[in-house]
């Protein structure tokens, strides 16, 4: 179901990157590739990460570091305008199209009563984490990076200082009401606004109007990893495992915070500038403390035996799902994937009707093997994920200090 070649998805992705492409001045000298990668390295909203867990006063907190790079920043910039850090003012956000506006015409109506008020999504009121007020027009506002399911996403940055890029993500009040998912974005934002992790995207702060609620995001600034799988149709080994590591290492970080995210899949992972991952999708994440839950959710093709056959579940479903994930970033497309239909690919699941392609390496399939287990308890623990020899050999010194230290 979600095999590569298999949704129209890729498409209307593509359309947005062609469109982008084609949007930016030509006749500018742009920074090199590798320079914009420094300077969104350097002025990306910050990744607070391991900083301590009190909570910020902001929603952008100003790091030491970055309070650091603001004054070196200061001594390069030029006369005009010394308050902005003029490396800054190089990142080009891109052009915008007004889709906001153009889609507030025609899009959406006000909710009222109880969903005005489950909707009500404010950092700056949050209980639990209160922020500084945004608005809309704090932002200036770049390119489209795409388009979900209720409304559109932008690259913007903040008008204030020091001028953070992020991703502004907008979704219409009244079509989350028509889905019925009014409880299930609310709990999604609850979560990711609480998540604290190199390889989990950090949601900074969000805010709303009568029709619209809007996401400030960090920034992935190399897009979906889905459309890389797409154009590549799938990855070396070496790429495969340094993802994996990533995810073993993000995933431990949610479940110590009990956070289960049952929706792993290429789609809902994004990159980083340098080309890390980033979880980024936490629709169907539950927060269970000590919680068996039952609801069926996830993807037909990365659901585990024990949610197909209805049985109670446990956080040891994302262990599954990391395991369906190495199958499909090395061959191409999910293991139990059957074109004949969904009860197909059900049955295979529970019978775990494994076959793994001769071009996989042995220690890739020991690996997808202790991760495919029937049974959740017999499921290979996240540490030992990112102890085994797939994983080490490898591990680059860079990588592994990009998230919390290897086991
Ligand atoms: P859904 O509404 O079900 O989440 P979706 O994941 O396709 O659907 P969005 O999350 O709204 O939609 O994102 C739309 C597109 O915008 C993504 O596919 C991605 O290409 C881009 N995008 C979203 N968030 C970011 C981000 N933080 N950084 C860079 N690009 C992003
Ligand atoms: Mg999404």
């Known amino acids: 179901m979600a095999s590569v070649g298999s949704l129209t ?47 910020p006063s902001t929603a952008i907190p100003k790091s030491t570091s970055t309070s650091s790079l ?69 932002f200036d506002i770049g390119r489209p990076l795409g388009k979900g399911k209720f409304g559109r996403v932008y690259m913007v940055r903040t008008k204030c200082e020091p001028h953070y890029i992020l991703a502004l993500k907008c979704l219409y009040k009244s079509e989350i009401v028509q889905s019925r998912v009014e409880k299930q974005i609310r709990r999604e934002i609850e979560i990711q606004q609480n998540l604290r992790h190199p390889h989990v995207l950090r949601l900074y702060g969000y805010f709303h109007d009568d029709k619209r609620i809007f996401l400030m995001l960090e920034f992935a600034g190399k897009g979906e990893l889905y459309k890389q799988l797409v154009k590549l149709g799938c990855f070396t080994e070496k790429r495969s495992s340094r993802y994996i590591d990533q995810m073993a290492d993000a995933l431990h970080y949610l479940h110590s915070k009990h956070v289960i995210h049952r929706d792993i899949k290429p789609e809902n992972l994004l990159l980083g500038i340098n080309g890390e991952l980033k979880i980024g999708d936490f629709g169907w994440s539950v927060h269970a403390p000590g919680n068996r839950r039952t609801t069926l959710c996830g993807t037909l093709d990365y659901l585990p035996p024990e949610m197909v056959e ?98």
């Open 70 to 138: 603001q004054s070196k920043s200061k001594q390069t910039s030029r006369p005009a305008s010394p308050a902005k850090p003029a490396a800054q003012q190089t990142i080009d956000i891109g052009r915008y199209d007004g889709g906001f506006e153009l889609d507030n015409e025609s899009r959406g109506e006000k909710v009222y009563g109880q969903a005005a008020e489950d909707l009500a999504l404010d950092s700056s009121v949050s209980r639990i984490r209160p922020t500084r007020e945004w608005h809309l027009t704090d």
């Open 9 to 55: 998805r890729q498409f209307s992705a593509l359309e947005v990157s062609q469109k982008q492409n084609g949007a930016g001045p030509t006749h500018q000298k742009k920074p090199s590739q590798n320079n914009v990668s420094k300077l969104l390295t350097k002025f990306a909203a910050p990744n607070p990460f391991p900083t301590s867990s009190s909570a």
């Open 310 to 407: 209805g049985r109670d579940h446990s956080e040891k479903v994302d262990y599954w799902a990391l395991g369906v994930l190495t199958y499909e970033f090395i061959c191409g497309a999910p293991p139990f994937e059957d074109k004949s239909g969904h009860n197909a690919t059900y049955k295979r699941i529970a019978k775990v009707d494994l076959k793994i392609p001769s071009k996989v390496s042995p220690e890739a399939r020991d690996l997808i093997i202790k991760l495919l287990q029937y049974e959740p308890e017999k499921r290979i623990p996240l540490t030992d994920v990112r102890r085994h020899p797939w994983i080490v050999k490898y591990r680059s010194k860079s990588s592994s200090g990009s998230g919390q230290t290897a086991p």
